[in-house]
């Protein structure tokens, strides 16, 4: 008998699954690949087969001023120590080094502030001001294992705060230029910060807003925070507390212009940060120095395939979250690579500017967050439209899910489909993207961050048994330490176990998102283990339901979440931002819940639609669902710090009891 029929037949099922899934692939273009720094596949197995001499080769890589004895020291778990008895230092390898091999005139920093004026600092001067100001932190009482705040926007002096604090071994607590003030003393006082660097003023779409003053008002009664050093960048009058406030450039005026970089343990801190708070009360991640190094080093040259000499990178977050403490400075700085800094917002002077610089600089590696290309898609296509984007080789995303829809108009509009998409997953805690496509080898799907970076281990668990998943949805975790994980949460060692090494105990790490593995392994993160509705019994993602209804032709933006039921147990409930100006009506939402079910069922179609301009986001841009469940379900909002613009939840509050009201 012949096998034919049953052949096409599930030829043709595959093709037929492959549409119902959306799934487009996009191999790596072949002149890409060509030129790619990894191309083998072969790669993959070679970190497979021993992951610890993968990691000791790539902190080769580095600069050491002493060889570790032992590359993972896993006697304790989960609290591991990376290549223990080395000693090295970051701000070294990110400027000395380089410097030392003669690339010291390369540009480091191409920044561009919000009024148009434009500064390039090479490598040999952010050196100097990095060792003025390292011995400037000494001469005000900094040493070594002291706590340095940092509350700067995005100007290069915050980039030089953090290589001078690095280089004396004073770990530094950034907190996002965007939070309030109050925000910031409640970092400074959990940490015991001694010295805190901030601003007379930032810039704000064309205003100054004062930060001093601000800082000011809630700062006092610090008893750990003796100094605070202010950068004159606005100019805006700011009063100064004598003995305690010093200007930054009055006394790296009068500091000593050498400070040698001090050679510290593998495991000495490099720095805390606060997560963005989506999910609950932020958690102050804390990084060591030998581990994050080679971690971020190796990912940033690997993933973004960086060719220093010739790239001009440009990584669009915000130096206060984690994508920009290991994207925007110590990946990238030390790669020795050449990088744009943008101080402003991607909608000001006007919502082509992102367009602008690309055009300006040259840059040929991007790198942003789902919520930048969203907004984007929002403005319309007119606006890149009018910029030469040709030098653009490379794309990235960071952050949350990115949907096939958004992918696909990145790689479309922006990337002139030349470009790969990195859709890279990563943490506060992991420190460096774990799961990505490496460019000159994966061949990606939209909206799939593909599979685990060589020497990371990732798996998809049953949520019950805790069994290993080959096909399905499950929960992320990652079974082996990396360099680059978090150390502890700081002060608090319990909460650290318990976040994240009590569901599976201290070898496996609970990542707290879920995730879908398909069968070729492929791995779709979507969204956090509490963003899950439960219809009818049917477990749905919100991420799904999200992207079903983005793919109608007027949705620029959505977020769902699972409302208690009756009926159901849950029901969908969506947020749904439409493009442009365009007004939402009965015809719109027909037509939303029909996409809706034509691309997942019948039963996931939302039973309530509600507009909304905008929605609730952390400031670094992601969806907070936890605020929308709250309001939906009439409860008091939960920790809402973290929240971008608290107006948007008055409106959402305002039109959803308006709603209750019509529906009662
Ligand atoms: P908190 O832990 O305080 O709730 P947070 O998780 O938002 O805050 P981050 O560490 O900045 O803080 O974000 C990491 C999370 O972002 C991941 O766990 C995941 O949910 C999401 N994420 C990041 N990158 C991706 C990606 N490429 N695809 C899907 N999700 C992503
Ligand atoms: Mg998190």
């Not at 040259?301 to 060719?307: G, H, I, P, T």
């Not at 990235?396 to 470009?419: Q, S």
Request: proline share 7%; aromatic share 8%; glycine share 8%.
């Amino acid at each position: 008998m012949s096998t034919e029929p049953d052949t096409q037949t599930s030829d043709a099922l595959d093709s037929e699954l492959a549409a119902l899934l959306d799934v487009e692939r996009f191999p790596p273009p072949p002149e890409f690949r060509e030129q790619a720094l990894l191309k083998d596949p072969a790669v993959y197995e070679q970190a497979a087969r021993d992951p610890l001499a993968w990691w000791a080769s790539e902190a080769e890589q580095l600069h050491w001023f002493r060889r570790w004895d032992t590359v993972l020291e896993d006697s304790n778990p989960p609290f591991y120590e990376w290549f223990v008895g080395g000693t090295l230092n970051a701000s070294y390898n990110c400027l000395d080094r380089h410097v030392e091999a003669g690339i010291g005139g390369r540009i480091a920093l191409h920044w561009r502030g919000e009024d148009g004026e434009e500064r390039d600092i090479t490598y040999a001067q952010l050196l100097a001001e990095v060792k003025r100001l390292a011995s400037a932190l000494k001469a005000q009482g900094i040493a070594k294992g002291d706590v340095v705040g940092i509350y700067l926007p995005m100007i290069p002096e915050v980039v030089v705060s953090m290589l001078a604090c690095s280089r004396i071994g004073a770990p530094h607590n950034v907190v996002f230029g965007g939070f309030s003030a109050e925000a910031v003393r409640e970092r400074m006082e959990f940490s015991q910060a001694k010295l805190l660097i901030t601003v007379d003023g930032a810039a704000r779409k064309g205003k100054t807003a004062p930060v001093k003053d601000r800082v000011d008002e809630v700062m006092g009664g610090l008893p750990a925070l003796e100094k605070i050093v202010v950068v004159r960048s606005k100019g805006t009058p700011c009063q100064m507390q004598p003995g305690r406030d010093v200007y930054y450039e009055e006394i790296l005026a009068e500091a000593d212009a050498e400070c040698p970089a001090e050679p510290l343990d593998a495991e000495h801190p490099l720095y805390i940060l606060y997560t963005s708070g989506s999910t609950a009360k932020p958690k102050g991640i804390l990084h060591t120095t030998g581990g994050y190094l080679t971690g971020v080093c190796a990912t940033h040259r690997y993933v973004f395939d960086l060719k220093p000499e010739r790239d001009v990178y440009w990584c669009a977050a915000d130096v206060g979250w984690v994508t920009g403490h290991s994207y925007i400075v110590y990946g990238p700085l030390c790669n020795a690579a050449t990088s744009v800094m943008w101080e402003g917002a991607p909608d000001y002077p006007h919502k082509g500017i992102w367009w602008e610089l690309i055009e300006r600089y040259g840059v040929s590696i991007l790198y942003c967050a789902p919520t930048a290309i969203r907004a984007c898609i929002k403005w319309g296509p007119q606006w890149p439209a009018k910029h030469d984007l040709s030098s653009l080789r490379l794309l990235g995303t960071v952050g949350e899910p990115i949907n096939p829809k958004a992918w696909l108009w990145y790689h479309r509009v922006i990337g002139g489909e030349r470009c790969p998409i990195v859709d890279t997953w990563w943490q506060t805690e992991t420190g460096a993207i774990m799961i990505t496509p490496l460019p000159g080898i994966t061949e990606t799907k939209p909206g799939s961050a593909t599979r685990p970076l060589p020497g990371v281990f990732a798996e998809v668990l049953e949520e019950s048994s805790g069994e290993p998943i080959t096909e399905g949805q499950g929960l992320l975790v990652l079974t082996r330490p990396w360099p680059s994980m978090l150390r502890t949460l700081y002060k608090e060692p319990e909460r650290f176990v318990e976040t994240y090494f009590e569901r599976f105990g201290p070898q496996t790490y609970l990542v707290g998102d879920a995730a879908r593995r398909d069968r070729d392994a492929y791995l779709w993160v979507i969204g956090r283990i509490d963003d899950v509705v439960n219809v009818s019994g049917h477990r749905l993602s919100t991420a799904e339901v999200e992207s079903a209804i983005v793919a109608h032709p007027d949705v620029a933006e959505a977020a769902v979440i699972g409302q208690h039921d009756e009926d159901t147990g849950q029901a969908i409930v969506a947020f749904v931002t439409l493009q442009g100006d365009l007004e939402g009506d009965e015809g719109t939402i027909e037509g939303i819940r029909a996409t809706v079910a034509e691309r997942i069922g019948k039963f996931a179609r939302p039973k309530r639609i509600i507009w909304s301009e905008d929605l609730p986001k952390t400031r670094s841009g992601k969806i907070m669902r936890r605020l929308l469940r709250d309001i939906a379900e009439g409860r008091a909002l939960g920790d809402v710090t973290t929240l971008r613009d608290p107006a948007v939840m008055e409106q959402l509050q305002h039109k959803i009891s308006e709603r209750q009201a019509e529906e009662d």
